[in-house]
């Protein structure tokens, strides 16, 4: 048996009582952030079941020396399964709660995965129960915070020393490259996504993949990145322009800096998520530029680069104190090219601290 601690206790003891509040004997936990989030287990191969009592960690054999190491979970009895390790779970489950009700995540269980779950349910009844802890998640310690904060600098400094390489002639993807290799040598566990670096025309694609397009004189460059250490995430966007900008590119780019601190002025807890897009949205709508603007305003951040809560358009969902987001608009022009601008921040009593210290204040020059 492995003991719970801290944090991870205070989790698993607030995911019972979630379970138990909506009618459910047990909660099968499926989804890898989950279970990172309740145990510290870091493998790609496990699963949780959460009772009344007790807690069962499964993995394979690949992981048994991890789990024994990582595990902090609460009298966690952990259980390397040699075949079948969904199986093995719903089994347990079924001997245990039979004629009970156990909930699953629906939301990330594959069909095959449900139908292995149907065959070994016995007499108990699965119901689907996602976002049990997602909700929890959205909500960050100060632990959480300082992780982010931790993965937020790491990124940042290795972007200070991979501009030094853009130069026109440098391709889109060597400076992907590089700036993943700077972050890892600074500490990243690995990017917290695929590093996107678009220059010129190709900054118009808000998920461009990097290429081989080589950077030209006067190109704009968006480079959204993200570091992740100790399992959480940053996600960051700066625009910059190689050389001289026109006065094009700092209009737009002064348009998309007053969206975005207006919708980080506005993050607040108790208001719905929509009312911070619309502070994004409304400073471009001054602008007649609103239709240029067709993603949200931003996202939750954590163990998951993209978690809840959503700042779009139709969210209604409450602003929670300690919920770290990203805010993020951007103005995209079709063969002429775009600007995002984006931070990570935190919401406290009296509105929000960003977690980057990028600078941002005006469009960055770089050098040729």
Known sequence: MIGYTGAFARRVAAVRARAAHLGLDGLLITHLANIRYLSGFSGSNAGLLLDGDRAIFATDARYEERATRELTAGECELIIVRNGLLGELAKRAADAHAGGKVGFEGSHLSYSDWKELSERAGSVEWESASDVVEELRAVKDEDEQAAIEEAAAIAG????????????????????????????????????????????????????????NKLSEGDLLLVDFGARWNGYCSDITRTFVLGSPSQRQVEVYQAVLEAQEAAAAALAEGIPASRVDAAAREVLARRDLGGQFPHSTGHGLGLEVHEGPRLHTRSEERLRRNMVVTVEPGLYFHGWGGVRIEDDLVIGSGGARSLVKLPKAQLQSLPL
């Open 157 to 212: 400094r290795a972007l200070e020393e991979t501009l030094e390489m853009a130069r026109p002639g440098v391709s889109e993807r060597d400076i992907a490259a590089e700036l993943d290799y700077r972050m890892a040598r600074a500490g990243a566990e690995g990017p917290a996504f695929e590093t996107i670096v678009a220059a010129g025309s190709r900054s118009a694609l808000p998920h461009a993949q990097a290429s081989e």
